[in-house]
């Protein structure tokens, strides 16, 4: 496999990512088209970066604007193919979205994820790329499904 290399999404790659949320469940894929759209006309801050191997996408990225706060950036989706986790794809994405806020001066960026022992790799995963545990808001998505974001100063 070569290196991967990380650009901004296109309309081309929306059906090899569409497959990737079809396989990792992160949210249904036929949302996909219509929340990718803003960023394509460039009708908003948010902003799509997609990883490529081989010439096919790998994985994806969704960061926005947090509103009312001044250069505060979540990262709302993360996806990487389930056969290629733990190979470096993840964190070459979120390296690319931080180097992307850091070049227009952005000054933070939080992701949110569950607290439950099924999310444990994905916590793991975030703080073993520089990101620190800032909150934990109890019984969030459901009875028992703690909200936990974390934060990284960029």
């Known amino acids: 496999m070569t290196k991967p ?8 790659d929306i059906p ?9 469940g992160l949210f249904p894929s036929e949302m996909l088209p ?5 960023s394509l006309t460039e009708t908003s801050e948010a902003f799509w970066l997609t990883c490529h191997a081989n010439g ?3 994985g994806f990225c969704f960061v926005v604007p947090e509103e ?5 950036w979540n990262m709302l989706a993360l996806a990487v193919h389930p056969d290629l986790q733990g190979k470096g794809f ?3 994405l979120v390296r690319a979205a931080e180097s992307h806020l850091r070049d227009n001066s952005q000054r933070i960026l939080i992701v949110e994820t569950s ?4 999310f444990a790799p994905t916590r793991k995963f ?6 620190e545990e800032e909150a934990r808001i109890r019984d969030f998505w459901a009875p028992g499904d703690d909200k936990m974001v974390f934060r990284k100063a960029l």
Do not use: F
């Not at 290399?5 to 081309?12: A, E, L, Q, R, V």
């Not at 219509?34 to 803003?38: A, H, V």
């Not at 009312?68 to 505060?72: F, Q, R, V």
């Open 5 to 12: 290399t990380i650009s901004p999404t296109t309309k081309d």
């Open 16 to 24: 090899a990512l569409q497959l990737i949320l079809d396989q990792t």
């Open 34 to 38: 219509e929340m990718l759209d803003p």
């Open 56 to 58: 096919k996408a790998m």
């Open 68 to 72: 009312l706060a001044e250069g505060t």
């Open 90 to 92: 993840g964190t070459a």
């Open 115 to 118: 607290g439950t022992e099924g």
């Open 126 to 131: 975030y703080v073993q790329n520089g990101y």
